[in-house]
């Protein structure tokens, strides 16, 4: 398959719609994509849009890897670089879209230009500038373009340079991207048209060996883009030396370019600034200022020091000797046996024709051929010699050929293309050629009686009218060329087509049915600003035109509204049609007000209405509770003032004709409390009015003079005070509270930690036995001797164990696995644990609420079994028999003899669970087997101390702390109320916690 053919299975054109696109020219077409100016039919504006082949998009597909491209590239600091605002794919194609670029690419520059020969330095110099200012924008943010060619360069109308594509070859699957283009003969043997070069001939070295590209990459196609616009020629084409082919620029051109393009990057530049600075020096440059990249260190260096000299730049360019070879064998590698049949004859062409810099005549004198054309104006070209087109307008052209036979070539929009054969001779020459015109065909289906006109800069012209069967054909009329197009009808809205292309022999369709043009309204009235409605729809206010209303039905028109009296009127317009309405004088609108002040639901009496003075607008009212008058049209105020009363404003909004009552609640104006005393008035105190709470207590407060207002003074660590007060307007009275503490705990009688809500059972003086008979299920030798333990004095037990949300609250901290504000803290160690105590001492002690001789501390493990048993004897305060329904623990007790291990349930929980999720003993106190085991006072003992005995305290030992009451992970016999255990007291567990008890002082 040809290369031709690749590019055209992806070729759009004009009048084309791809996606959302119209397609209205062609900028370009290679093997990277299409190139064109399209409309985006979704905004009707038109756009410079690159179309990639659908062979490169299809999985796996590099759109979202070209987005994030494409939104690094949007921050890029560079004028020449050009980014696109959008990029999107449907079923068949990948769009990049960017912002409209009016422009040609570098290649038809070069071509239309007349430099198919080359461009002077000082435009070479300006171009390289403006695309290496892009590469290396691009390049700092990570983005090497690795395919830049002639296509890529967008020269604008204005003479700037844009520069694109950058992003897109480092998306595209490798391996996709070789299998298409060995599908296609690249043009590298084309003899005829422009000579560029391709992306593929642009790719570096070491990205057709398979390794990574980047910056050094980019610098390397720098140094083809400057060749090639020296010569027009892309790289490898021939064996010239630069400078012996154009002996009018500086040699530093040779040693720049050479240095950019050798075939190993560590000989290049070491990056785009170096390259940019040696650019803007070139003319200075020589062998001994060109800085590389050692391959050691990886440093900037300057090699082969000493003067410029013709040596040092033939040595420059004999390290050119690689790039005709590497070029062919990548081709050759990439198209295969069949690529090297179409190559090689190259290599044995006969030699190109004459070269000519232009055919123009620089005077008429100097001109030996003299060409009238007519048409006046198109383009030719010589075919006989190498030489770039020329254009013409005014119908002759004065050439200067070379003496000999030569063929000229004429050309012009809309005409055949004609040649001629010339022999000159020492005589000029006259020579005419008539072009014959082609014609295209244009069907139109459009509204009958339209007229078709063709639009130029200087006129319309008239083409046909639409007859009366909608469809008008148009031959012999309109030449195959581009053409803007218009129809135009009375009463209806014209419709253009721009840039529609005519071929020869042809027919073009369009769809040119006409809308109808709207009507207008201009609506007047003797007052200005009145607003004005059309059909229910708010369109302004007067002097007003409405523009775009429907034609051959009713509309309605309402003046009015506000302080105007509406008037309507109804109107129906023609196609096109324009109308003035005029309303005339318009009159105030008004409505009548009635006001009424009310005081809890009533009149006031006439000794609370002296005093009462009432304002509507600038009409004033005195003494009346109820009034009437008649007001204008919309929003309004009336403002009651009173000594006595606060000031009221009422607000209306009364339409015209309209009568309305407006009811105003009298409301006292508020009295004053002093409040005096020797108490904090900063957050320790706050002020309560009728259960709403304040922060801080005020010297001063305002109270309401309508009823009465329940007042409490709060105090932290005091009781509430609480007083009822009613006031008349205007009152002051002073208040002085006494305060009292608050009381602490009662024996007998349980107790709550002021603001903690921490609550505490109480457990009664008495006797009771701890450890278990020898009879019971699962005992361990440490639980005996029974003792018989005597409790002289009761005391407080913290009715659950101690929570999370609690223990961060006085510690600031939280160590537990299981988190949950009600779940009991776990993973604490027993210092924790006599910490959390300590700090509760501390602050309940400040607040004088411990009772005298007690403290929180941790339960004696006496203690604790006392308050677990609640009086009963049995393994569990609730009888003999459990499993995890009675508490959170795993199996059931007594385990099963047969099995010889406690059974697991599915009922079993992994973790804690929130306090007090099991009924509790009889004291009141949950918890007290399994969900976390608990600390206690006592260093931990083999035995325990057998008989009678008072309270007893083990404080020595070497073998940890006793802990009690087993755990969420241990199994049911472990969490009796007799079961011990001992545990490290510094090693924290996830099944460990503790609970506190208010109780005597440990001696």
């Known amino acids: 398959m040809a290369y031709t053919s690749i590019i055209k299975d992806f070729q759009f054109h004009p009048g084309d719609m791809v996606g959302d696109y119209a397609i209205l020219r062609c900028l370009r077409n290679g093997l990277l994509g299409g190139l064109y100016h399209a409309r985006d039919g979704r905004d009707g504006s038109v756009y410079l849009v690159l179309i990639l082949p659908d062979a490169l998009t299809r999985e796996p597909s590099p759109l ?104 897109i070859f480092s998306a595209l699957h490798r391996r996709r991207f070789e299998m298409y283009v060995s599908t296609a003969i690249i043009p590298l043997a084309e003899s005829k048209g422009r000579s560029a070069f391709t992306p593929v001939d642009s790719i570096s070295p070491e990205i057709r060996n398979g390794e990574a590209g980047g910056e050094q990459s980019d610098v390397f196609a720098l140094g083809l883009l400057g ?40 000989d290049r530049y070491a990056s785009v600034d170096i390259f940019r600075r040696d650019l803007a020096n070139v003319a200075d440059l020589t062998q001994a200022s060109v800085k590389k990249r050692d391959p050691d260190s990886g440093e900037e260096i300057i090699v082969n020091e000493g003067e410029r000299t013709k040596e040092a730049t033939e040595s420059a360019v004999k390290k050119r000797s690689w790039r005709r070879p590497l070029l062919l064998g990548a081709a050759l590698v990439a198209l295969g046996a069949f690529g090297a049949t179409q190559v090689l004859p190259w290599l044995e062409s006969p030699s190109p024709p ?30 006989s010699v190498r030489s770039p087109p020329f254009s013409f307008s005014g119908g002759e052209v004065a050439l ?34 008539e072009l014959e015109p082609e014609w295209g065909r244009l069907r139109v289906t459009g509204t009958p009686g339209a007229g078709l006109f063709s639009l130029s800069e200087e006129r319309a012209a008239f083409v046909e009218t639409v007859p009366d069967d909608g469809v008008l054909s148009v031959e012999g009329r309109l030449l195959a060329m581009e053409h803007d197009l218009e129809l135009r009808l009375e009463g209806y809205l014209p419709r253009r087509f721009e840039g529609v292309r005519l071929r020869a022999g042809e027919w073009t369709e369009l769809d040119g049915q006409l809308d109808e043009a709207p009507g207008s309204l201009s609506i007047l009235a003797d007052r200005s600003g009145v607003p004005v409605e059309v059909d229910g729809a708010l369109r302004g206010r007067t002097p007003l035109e409405v523009k775009g209303l429907a034609v051959a039905r009713p509309v309605t028109v309402r003046v009015g509204g506000g302080d105007w009296r509406i008037v309507e009127r109804e109107v129906t317009l023609g196609r096109g049609e324009s109308r003035v309405l005029h309303f005339g004088s318009l009159e105030a609108a008004s409505g009548q007000l009635t006001v009424r002040l009310v005081r809890d639901g009533e009149l006031p009496s006439a000794e609370v209405l002296d005093g009462f003075r009432a304002r509507i607008g600038e009409v004033a009212v005195e003494g009346k509770a109820e009034f009437r008058r008649e007001v204008g049209a919309g929003r309004g105020t009336v403002v009651v003032e009173h000594p006595d009363f606060r000031t009221l404003t009422l607000t209306y909004d009364i339409a015209d004709g309209e009568e309305k009552l407006l009811l105003g609640e009298l409301v006292g104006r508020p009295a004053r409390l002093r409040i005096e005393g020797d108490f904090p008035r900063d957050d320790r105190a706050r002020i ?131 988190a949950g504000a009600r779940h009991p803290v776990d993973s604490v160690t027993w210092s924790q644990a006599m910490e959390f105590c300590r700090l509760l001492n501390e602050r309940e002690g400040e607040a004088g609420r411990l009772p005298t001789g007690y403290e929180y501390r941790l339960p004696t493990e006496a203690e604790w079994e006392y308050a677990a048993r609640s009086g009963n004897a049995g393994p569990f305060h609730w009888g003999g028999t459990a499993s995890a329904a009675n ?103 996830h099944a460990t916690g503790f609970r506190v008890v208010l109780a005597p002082k440990l001696d």
Not at 137 to 144: E, R, V
């Open 887 to 989: 508490a959170n623990f795993k199996g059931r007790y007594p385990r099963e003899a047969q099995r010889g291990v406690a059974e697991i349930v599915r009922e079993d929980t992994y973790g804690t669970v929130e306090v007090g999720n099991f009924p509790p003993n009889a004291y009141g106190l949950y918890d007290m087997h399994g969900n976390v085991r608990e600390w206690t006072m006592d260093f931990f003992n083999d035995r325990l101390p057998g008989g009678r005995v008072e309270p007893f305290f083990r404080e020595s030992g070497s073998r940890g702390r006793v802990v009690r009451g087993g755990g969420w992970e241990d199994f049911a016999f472990r969490a009796r109320a007799a079961a011990r255990e001992r545990a490290s007291p510094e090693i924290p567990s």
């Open 227 to 266: 060749h090639y616009m020296f010569t027009g020629q892309r790289v490898g084409r021939d064996e010239w030396r630069l400078t012996e082919r154009r002996d009018d620029i500086a040699p530093g051109w040779e040693i720049l370019l050479c240095t950019a393009s050798e075939g190993k990057p560590v």
């Open 688 to 818: 309560l009015l009728d259960g709403e709470a304040r922060r801080g207590v005020p010297q001063i407060i305002e109270l309401a003079s309508d009823g009465e207002t329940r007042v409490t003074l709060a105090v932290r660590d005091h009781e509430p005070i609480t007083k009822v007060f009613a006031l008349l307007p205007n009152e002051e009275t002073t208040w002085t509270p006494r305060l009292e503490r608050l009381r602490g705990p009662e024996s007998g009688e349980g107790w709550t930690v002021p603001y903690l809500a921490y609550t505490f059972a109480w457990v009664p003086p008495g006797t009771g036995r701890i450890g278990s008979p020898l009879a019971e299920r699962s005992r361990l030798p440490n639980e005996g001797p029974l003792t018989e333990v005597v409790f002289r004095r009761g005391f407080w037990m913290a009715t659950h164990e101690t929570t999370q949300v609690l223990f961060e609250h006085i510690t600031g901290e939280n160590p537990s696995r299981f």
């Open 354 to 383: 004459p070269q000519v810099k232009s055919v123009l005549a620089s005077s008429r004198a100097d001109a030996n051929v003299f060409l009238r054309v007519q048409p006046g104006a198109g383009s030719g070209r010589v075919l």
């Open 400 to 433: 200067e050929l070379p003496r000999g036979a030569h063929r000229i070539r004429i050309e012009a929009d809309g005409f055949a293309a004609a040649e001629a054969d010339v022999s000159v001779g020492a005589d000029p020459l006259r020579v005419s050629i």
């Open 64 to 167: 979202e890897a070209i987005k994030e491209a494409s939104a690094k590239l949007a921050k890029a600091k560079a004028n020449s670089l050009l980014a696109p605002d959008l990029v999107e794919m449907n079923a068949d194609h990948l769009f990049l879209r960017f912002p409209l670029v009016e422009g040609i690419s570098l290649a038809d520059y070069l071509s239309k230009a007349g430099h198919e020969e080359g461009l002077p330095e000082d435009v070479v110099a300006f171009f390289l500038d403006a695309v290496s200012e892009a590469v290396g924008a691009a390049n700092l943010l990570g983005i090497p373009h690795l395919a830049l060619c002639p296509e890529d360069v967008v020269v604008t109308k204005s003479g700037e340079v844009k520069v694109l594509g950058f992003g």
